[in-house]
């Protein structure tokens, strides 16, 4: 009759119309001119800029949760001379950055020197009847990001409110030995200017030689938290017994796969389902299907001191690691010299792998 002792493995890992116009006069129908665009004059805007929140970047994340939308606001004052319909256009640019790879921008980590490239675009923001021009995204050459008409009453002081999202979107990380920590670049020169007409032609406000207000220097900002998983490659396996289980060995392999660099990273194995301590250090067992029976077990570190602390209840000595890309573990696992002949039947435990860096 034989006896099958196993140790399963067990590994847990920490989204025109046209409008068509028509007029109706005596002696048939119509289609009217084109208004003419009104002149406006003494273009005044005061700029509104959401506080940056750093994008929270990690292995495998969604683009959508490492993108971040800023509104900009801009509150325009202008002049007009005369009732009419002006056609007025936002256009958009901004430089490289402080870290250009080429044509990307790339955020630095602010305690070392690893970089993440994100690439930047805009949308436009609450403004009503917008017409949305083709754009991709913000280069250092102005582009215009809508055109709006602004419809004026009559001569005097008037109002309208520009507003865009400014979006940015990192890259998904799947590259190894980056900073943990933030990251940071600086765009020294972000532009937003209102123009007459459907293009950045004839400027409004804010020359495209000049910097925008508090958009002069936009702050681009994300944060990587330190992050390391692992897989069980091989699990503990005493195989099938028929003599004695006394000093049965079995060999198993972790793999170590760390996104940032970290400067340690402790690996602790959990008591398993049916620990015992009987007042002294606690003692990890295998458990036969219908729980009539246990075989005790231990597993070993690298070095063959046992992964358990003496007198504790739940044990977990650490294993000191370099953070580095698809570091191996030996483990392995013995069953304890003068251990009796159990009961047949199989035997199993499950027990948790901890790391902490």
């Known amino acids: 009759m034989s006896i099958i002792l196993s140790c399963l493995r067990n590994a847990f890992r920490f989204s025109a119309t046209a409008a068509f116009a028509i007029s109706l006069l005596l002696g048939g129908i119509v289609q009217p001119l084109p208004a003419r665009a009104a002149q406006t004059e003494n273009w005044q805007c005061t700029p509104e800029l959401e506080a940056p929140l750093p994008v929270i970047l990690s292995a495998g994340t969604p683009a959508g949760q490492r993108t971040d939308r800023r509104t900009v606001s801009l509150n325009c004052t202008f002049d007009t001379p005369s009732p009419g319909n002006a056609l007025i256009s936002l256009c958009l640019s901004a430089p490289l950055g402080s870290n250009p790879d080429g044509v990307l921008r790339q955020a630095r980590s602010v305690i070392g020197n690893s970089l993440v490239h994100y690439a930047l675009t805009a949308e436009p923001g609450n403004v009503p009847n917008v017409e949305p021009q083709v754009f991709d995204a913000i280069t250092p050459t102005l582009k215009p990001l809508y055109s709006v008409m ?85 699990a503990l396996d005493f195989g099938t017994a028929t003599l004695s289980v006394g000093g049965s060995k079995a060999d198993g392999l972790i793999t170590l796969t760390c996104l940032t660099n970290l400067p340690n990273i402790t690996i602790s194995m959990g008591p398993g389902n049916n620990p015992v301590t009987d007042g002294g250090p606690v003692i990890r067992q295998m458990r036969r299907s219908d729980g009539a029976a246990t075989i005790p077990y231990l597993i070993l570190k690298p070095d063959g001191t046992e992964w358990s602390q003496t007198g504790s209840i739940i044990p977990g000595t650490p294993l000191d690691l370099p953070g580095v890309d698809g570091v191996s573990v030996p483990i392995s696992g013995l069953i304890p010299q003068g251990t009796k002949f159990p009961l047949a039947g199989d035997y199993s435990d499950s027990v948790i792998v901890y790391l902490g860096f």
């Not at 002081?157 to 990192?170: D, G, I, N, P």
């Open 150 to 234: 602004i419809q004026s009453g009559g001569p005097g002081r008037q109002t309208f409110r520009h507003q865009f999202k400014l979006v940015t979107e990192f890259e998904g990380l799947t590259r190894r030995g980056l900073d943990a920590g933030g990251y940071s670049d600086i765009l020294s020169g972000f532009v937003a200017s209102v123009h007459q007409g459907a293009t950045c032609g004839p400027v409004l406000w804010g020359p495209s030689t000049g910097a925008l207000g508090e958009l002069a220097n936009l702050t681009i900002t994300a944060s990587l938290a330190p992050q390391c998983d692992f897989v069980v490659n091989k």
